[in-house]
């Protein structure tokens, strides 16, 4: 792929997900089927607008189906999955629409809390998106009105799964088919710091003492819809919590409100400020901390900790009738270790929220700030 982002003076070849992989080997075996003839390259625009042409390897014809691969390609941020074969075999069927299943080396997930439901294959809701969108095209331009059935599969993804979260998410027997944007787009951590300590620098020479820190999209999106205070004061900081709580005084600022997801802030509680899921992760034994401080039964704080995600524990605490008391808690914590990492001389603050169950809760200096 012939695509660059440039970081911290570095040009880096950007890649594509399994997602775009999976998308583009449907759409090739589709066509091939169609046409009867072998294709060597198949194009795709991916949901983020990139149009891609992509190579077609290890072609295998069967008496009504068609078996194609796209070769995965991180670019320079590879994963584990860089370079394996992402395959797709097409066949006819009776049934009106498109049926999207995974084979060999595609996990299935076992555990609810997940995007898609226990049973079902780990391809995400975007990618089951972009096949079903690249083959309805191949079957406009064929005129083909009959049923499809796709599966994808790819050798080599049981023996990478070890290397992945998944067997840890309840998803057994492979890789996850993953990808929003379609495009794998490189940044080293120091390339993000550094953009974040600029991105910080600006806002401050705007003026004012004032800054919001979000770790990403969900926050953004969560603060413009119901939120008081104005985007425009917000900067991301991904996963890099503490060392942006650091640049922020250091360029400046002395009021400090961080908005975030409880999957990111509910680490805070545990003073982990890198919320990045390699470096630490300690979600559910915080949440049943905090749910033990709040005097719930023992036997609840202990579902909490088999849970999957925290939406799904904080389904659990809202059914029980405790939710209130266990994200006061929580907040609690926050508070203390963002208190800790900012000093004495700085006003810091967080908001909690679900993007399921709204807004979960304000540590005490952000219910501050709201009514300043």
Same mark, same amino acid.
């Given at each position: 792929?012939?695509?660059?982002?440039?970081?911290n003076?570095? +040009?880096?070849?950007?890649?594509?997900?399994?997602?775009?992989?999976a998308?583009a080997?449907?759409?090739?075996?589709?066509?091939m089927?169609f046409?009867?003839?072998s294709?060597?390259t198949?194009?795709?625009?991916?949901?983020?607008?990139? /149009?891609?042409?992509l190579?077609?390897e290890?072609?295998?014809?069967?008496?009504?189906?068609?078996s194609?691969a *796209?070769?995965k390609?991180?670019?320079?941020?590879?994963?584990?999955t860089?370079?394996?074969l992402?395959h797709a075999?097409?066949q006819?069927?009776?049934?009106q629409?498109?049926?999207i299943?995974g084979?060999e080396?595609?996990g299935?997930v076992?555990?609810?809390g997940?995007?898609? /439901?226990?049973? $079902?294959?780990?391809?995400? $809701?975007?990618?089951?998106?972009?096949?079903?969108?690249?083959?309805?095209?191949?079957?406009?331009?064929f005129?083909?009105?009959?049923?499809? +059935?796709?599966?994808?599969?790819?050798?080599?993804?049981?023996?990478?799964?070890?290397?992945t979260?998944?067997?840890?998410?309840?998803i057994?027997?492979?890789?996850?088919?993953?990808?929003?944007?379609?495009?794998?787009?490189?940044?080293?951590? +120091?390339?993000?710091?550094?953009?974040?300590r600029?991105?910080?620098?600006?806002h401050?020479?705007?003026?004012?003492?004032?800054?919001i820190?979000?770790?990403?999209?969900?926050?953004?999106?969560?603060?413009?819809? %119901?939120?008081?205070?104005?985007?425009?004061?917000a900067?991301?900081c $991904?996963?890099f919590?503490?060392? /942006?709580?650091?640049?922020a005084?250091?360029?400046?600022?002395?009021?400090?409100?961080?908005i975030? %997801?409880?999957?990111?802030?509910?680490?805070?509680?545990?003073g982990?400020?890198?919320? %990045? $899921?390699r470096?630490?992760?300690?979600?559910?034994e915080?949440l049943?901390?905090?749910?033990l401080?709040?005097?719930v039964?023992?036997?609840?704080?202990?579902?909490?900790?088999?849970?999957?995600?925290?939406?799904?524990?904080?389904g659990?605490?809202?059914e029980?009738?405790?939710?209130p008391? *266990?994200?006061?808690?929580?907040?609690?914590?926050?508070?203390? %270790?963002?208190d800790?990492?900012?000093? +004495?001389?700085?006003?810091?603050?967080? *908001? *909690?929220f679900?993007?399921?169950?709204g807004?979960?809760?304000m540590?005490?200096?952000?219910?501050?700030?709201?009514?300043?």
């Open positions: 792929m012939e695509q660059f982002v440039y970081r003076k570095k +040009k880096l070849r950007c890649g594509y997900t399994t997602g775009s992989c998308a080997a449907a759409k090739a075996a589709a066509i089927l046409k009867g003839e294709i060597d198949v194009d795709l625009v991916t949901p983020g607008g990139t /149009a891609l042409r190579d077609v290890e072609i295998e014809r069967g008496q009504d189906s068609l194609c *796209v070769r390609d991180g670019g320079d941020d590879a994963d584990v860089d370079g394996i992402i075999t097409l006819f069927q009776k049934k629409g498109i049926e299943e084979g080396g595609i299935r076992t555990r609810p997940l995007e898609q /439901a226990p049973g $079902s294959a780990a391809i995400n $809701s975007v990618p089951r998106r972009m096949i079903r969108e690249a083959l309805l095209e191949v079957c406009d331009t005129g083909y009105e009959g049923g499809l +059935k796709v599966m994808i599969w790819t050798p080599e993804g049981v023996r990478i799964a070890e290397k979260f998944n067997p840890d998410l309840g057994k027997g492979g890789i996850s088919i993953l990808g929003t944007s379609g495009i794998v787009e490189p940044m080293s951590e +120091k390339a993000l710091t550094d953009t974040i600029l991105d910080l620098k600006m401050r020479v705007r003026g004012g003492e004032f800054v820190l979000i770790p990403g999209n969900y926050g953004m999106n969560y603060m413009r819809d %119901h939120l008081p205070w104005n985007v425009e004061d900067v991301k $991904s996963n919590i503490g060392e /942006a709580i650091d640049m005084w250091e360029v400046g600022f002395r009021r400090i409100l961080l975030g %997801h409880i999957g990111k802030l509910v680490k805070l509680g545990a982990i400020m890198n919320t %990045h $899921s470096n630490a992760d300690g979600r559910m915080v049943s901390a905090c749910a401080e709040a005097c039964p023992t036997e609840l704080a202990c579902r909490i900790l088999n849970c999957i995600t925290t939406d799904e524990a904080v659990i605490l809202q029980a009738g405790v939710l008391q *266990v994200m006061e808690r929580l907040c609690v914590r926050i508070q203390k %270790h963002l800790r990492r900012a000093g +004495k001389d700085v006003q810091i603050g967080a *908001v *909690v679900s993007n399921e169950f807004l979960l809760g540590t005490e200096q952000a219910q501050k700030m709201e009514r300043e």
